[in-house]
């Protein structure tokens, strides 16, 4: 098939690109493909939302009857957390950039259905279950588009009786809007060098539960925001509680992925958090409904690539678009979106949007993510008290305009961070409980994660004994842990022999593997279309 602009993603930002070209010419034939059966399946958030990207796109959004967002946040709180107490920071400490006020509590998969809707009735095509595996290039090397992957391929590599082969989209312009460490977005920035200037992306990983808690418990549009216990002063990463409607609340942890100790798991260090006591009030006599996981961007300004290549452009969170200090990206990965569509429909005959690459940091994005700059490298150095200095040099862009550190590089990419298992204080943790507390195979069954069996594995690795050679005797396997899904094992056998064991169906598709492996060894690459996670209201 041929178009005019293809887009990898039926994400925020690959949504309102598909928008925002119906609206400047209606004429452009615009398709989105998404690797989810259903929009909004693969979509994780918060989310906290920053209407201002919706404002932008779809001025009249709040009149709507089917408005995905209605629960704006009326309090705003924030804590440090020690293993018994909550401390209290007041709202006067932080600059006004880090508000709430104004954003709205909701669901992210909801959005993207909205926003769907919309561009459907402009006429965008939208193809749900449909992985694109594959940039396809011209004879000059500039993308002319992608293919998405067969179908009905055994695990033995040959077609079966189900087989139904790929096709190939090609357009004027690529658009990818995959999300953070996508996996055609890691393809082109190797190839084109995208990122020769700004060096490595860091990431960090999201966990969140939805909870139905107990009558009189859920308080509409209270948020609140944590940092401690249960993380030491070296590792990143907090949590988010967000109140909404119906009794939900969301419940989540990040923990950035350039921690050190390779015994860390994320996955048990959000758990721990809910047995706090402030949380073990909130959380008893509820039930857990939802669970999903999902790597997010947070290098920030200095770690954006360059946006804009030989036939397309990397919007929302594959180009890294996200607000750390904030925890936001959705309204940035909506106004990248528009400003690819607008410089494509302005400059037709150009090779590549170049108004898009040239004008993201003079424009709204910039002013977002230029202020908070050095929260994440401080943070990264420091530890907590380097998200202390954060914190002022955001007071000083507020006060003074700048910043006295002008804006510092990250030293290091996320898989680079690890110390050997014997260097450091192997971290145990408690059994699950089953009441606040579970483990990770009861968590993907609430994901609705299912991929066909029959299917080669999407997990690759470049070298398949390198995780037992190596990464067992030095770091213990860290795969086992960080991984919030039970996909990695390493069994031992009667005769003491171990082997690395992968298991793909319960993937949740958070990319952590690809991100934080030492040797870099997995590549995550997409599974037939349609398999994964599917998130109803993440």
């Not at 039926?10 to 034939?29: D, N, W």
């Not at 629960?71 to 804590?79: H, P, S």
């Not at 993380?231 to 409607?245: E, N, W």
């Not at 073990?280 to 039930?287: E, N, Q, T, V």
Request: aromatic share 8%.
């Amino acid at each position: 098939m041929t178009c005019d602009v293809v887009i990898v993603g039926a994400g925020p930002a690959g949504l309102a690109a598909a928008i925002r070209l119906k609206q400047r010419s209606p004429e452009l034939q615009v398709i989105v493909v998404e690797k989810g059966a259903e929009t909004g399946a693969h979509i994780l958030s918060g989310v906290v939302m920053d209407p201002m990207g919706l404002d932008a796109l779809l001025p009249g959004w709040r009149e709507e009857d089917d408005r995905p967002l209605r629960q704006e946040v009326v309090e705003d709180r924030f804590a440090f957390l020690t293993r018994e107490r909550a401390f209290s920071v007041p709202e006067m400490l932080f600059p006004a950039r880090l508000s709430n006020k104004g954003c709205f509590v909701g669901s992210l998969g909801e959005v993207t259905r909205y926003l769907a809707g919309r561009a459907e009735g402009l006429g965008v095509e939208i193809y749900t279950g449909f992985a694109a595996t594959e940039i396809l290039y011209d004879e000059t090397g500039r993308v002319a588009g992608i293919a998405t992957g067969d179908m009905g391929v055994g695990k033995d590599g040959q077609p079966t009786a189900a087989f139904t082969p790929g096709m190939e989209l090609r357009a004027r312009y690529t658009l990818l809007a995959e999300g953070a460490r996508g996996s055609l977005s890691k393809q082109v920035i190797a190839r084109h060098g995208l990122d020769r200037d700004s060096g490595f992306q860091k990431y960090g990983l999201g966990i969140k539960e939805v909870w139905e808690v107990a009558p009189g418990k859920c308080h509409p549009g209270l948020i609140r925001h944590t940092v401690g216990w249960p993380l030491d002063r070296h590792t990143g990463g907090g949590s988010f509680v967000y109140h909404g409607a119906d009794q939900l609340v969301t419940v989540g942890f990040v923990v950035h992925l350039d921690y050190a100790n390779p015994t860390l798991s994320p996955f048990d260090e959000f758990q721990r958090f809910k047995t706090h006591p402030s949380m073990r009030d909130l959380l008893a006599g509820g039930r857990r409904v939802a669970y999903g996981a999902r790597a997010l961007t947070e290098g920030g300004w200095q770690a954006v690539p360059r946006v804009a290549f030989p036939g397309g452009a990397l919007i929302g969170c594959a180009a890294g678009f996200m607000n750390v200090a904030r925890i936001k990206g959705s309204h940035n990965a909506i106004l990248s979106g528009m400003q690819a569509a607008d410089a494509i429909v302005a400059e037709p005959d150009l090779p590549e949007p170049r108004s898009y690459e040239a004008g993201w940091r003079m424009s709204a994005i910039g002013r977002d993510l230029y202020p908070v700059r050095n929260v994440k490298p401080l943070w990264s150095r420091f530890g907590l008290a380097g998200l202390a200095l954060g914190g002022l040099d955001m007071w000083a862009h507020a006060l003074a305009g700048g910043s006295v550190l002008g804006t510092l590089r990250h030293r290091k990419a996320d898989h680079a961070s690890l110390r050997p298992r014997a260097e450091v204080t192997p971290i145990v943790y408690p059994n699950p409980d089953g009441v606040l507390t579970f483990d990770r195979l009861s968590s993907v069954y609430l994901s609705g994660v299912n991929h066909e069996e029959n299917q080669p594995c999407h997990l690759r690795l470049a070298d398949p004994l390198l995780p037992i050679r190596e990464n067992l005797p030095r770091f213990g396997e860290p795969a086992r842990l960080y991984c919030p899904a039970g996909v990695y094992e390493v069994a031992v056998a009667a005769d003491g022999a171990a082997s690395f064991v992968i298991n793909a169906q319960n993937c949740v598709h958070c990319k952590t593997c690809d991100i934080k492996d030492p040797a870099q060894n997995i590549t995550w690459t997409p599974p037939e279309g349609g398999g994964g996670p599917n998130y109803a209201n993440m």
